[in-house]
C-alpha cells in the first residue's frame, strides 16, 4: 500500500525534516506514528497526501509514484486518502450535512448519491441528529467526529490522521480510536500520528517512531493481543 525508498524531504527556510526514510506499510494494517514534536510525523503524512512532494527519494502509494505524480492525477489520488486534522478545518458557516458532503460534491456525485453517502458516514461516526448543526454548536469531540466522516464518506481505502485525539480527553481519546478500529476490520488502511504514547502503548498496534526526520523505531510486536481500543 505505502512504500518510502529514501525518501528525503528539505524544506528552504527550515532545512531537511525528513531523511533517507524507508518503511512500508502493507494494505489494511493500522500503524501508529510517533516522535516529538518537529520530528516530522506532519510532513510525511503530507508526502503520502499528496499536499508535499519528496525532495529525494521514491515514495509509492497504492503503486502510483507520488513523487512524480502529473497534476493532472493528483485529484484522483487525493479521493483514494481520507486525511483527518486535529483542527478540524470545517467550514463554520456550513451545517454538519454539508461540510461531510463537500467531498462528493467536489467529485459530481448527485444529489441522491450524496444525501445516502453522507448518512451513512455520519450514522458511522454516531452524529446522524446533528446533521443540521452547525460545527461551532458542538463539542470538541463531535467536531474531530464530523472531521472523520468528511475523511471517510467517499470511502477511501486509507486514512491518514495527524494528532487526532491531541484536544480531547482520555476517554474521547479511546473513542475515537475505537472508531478507526472498527475501520481497519473493514479492510481501511490507517496511518494515525500522536503523540498519545499512554494510549498507543495500550493498543496492539504496530508503531513507527521518528526523530529529528529518520525512523529510530519501528515496532512490529503486538503489546497486547487482548488490547482493545473501546
Avoid: W
Avoid at 521518528?210 to 529510530?216: A, I, M, S
Amino acid at each position: 500500500m505505502i512504500r518510502f525508498d529514501q525518501v528525503s524531504k528539505r524544506y528552504a527556510e527550515s532545512g531537511e525534516v525528513l531523511c533517507n526514510l524507508s518503511l512500508e506499510i502493507a494494505a489494511g494494517e493500522m500503524v501508529f506514528l510517533t516522535g516529538h514534536s518537529g520530528a516530522g510525523k506532519s510532513t510525511l503524512l503530507k508526502l503520502i497526501g499528496c499536499l508535499e512532494r519528496p525532495s529525494r527519494g521514491q515514495l509509492m502509494v497504492d503503486g502510483r509514484n507520488v513523487g512524480r505524480l502529473p497534476r493532472r492525477k493528483i485529484p484522483f489520488h487525493r479521493r483514494q486518502v481520507g486525511m483527518i486534522f486535529q483542527d478540524h478545518r470545517l467550514l463554520t458557516d456550513r451545517s454538519v450535512f454539508d461540510n461531510v458532503a463537500l467531498p462528493l460534491v467536489v467529485a459530481g456525485l448527485g444529489h441522491q448519491e450524496i444525501a445516502r453517502r453522507v448518512r451513512a458516514a455520519l450514522n458511522q461516526v454516531g452524529l446522524l441528529k446533528k446533521e443540521k448543526s452547525h460545527p461551532l454548536a458542538l463539542s470538541g469531540g463531535e467536531q474531530q467526529r464530523v472531521g472523520i466522516a468528511r475523511a471517510i464518506v467517499a470511502r477511501p481505502p486509507l486514512l491518514l490522521a495527524d494528532e487526532p485525539t491531541g484536544n480531547l480527553d482520555p476517554e474521547l481519546s479511546r473513542e475515537i480510536m475505537a472508531l478507526f478500529a472498527r475501520f481497519n476490520k473493514v479492510g481501511v488502511t490507517l496511518l494515525i500520528a500522536s503523540h498519545n504514547l499512554d494510549l498507543i502503548a495500550s493498543l496492539p498496534y504496530r508503531t513507527l517512531t521518528l526523530d529529528k526526520g529518520r525512523l529510530v523505531a519501528d515496532s512490529h510486536a503486538y503489546k497486547n493481543p487482548e488490547a482493545n481500543p473501546g
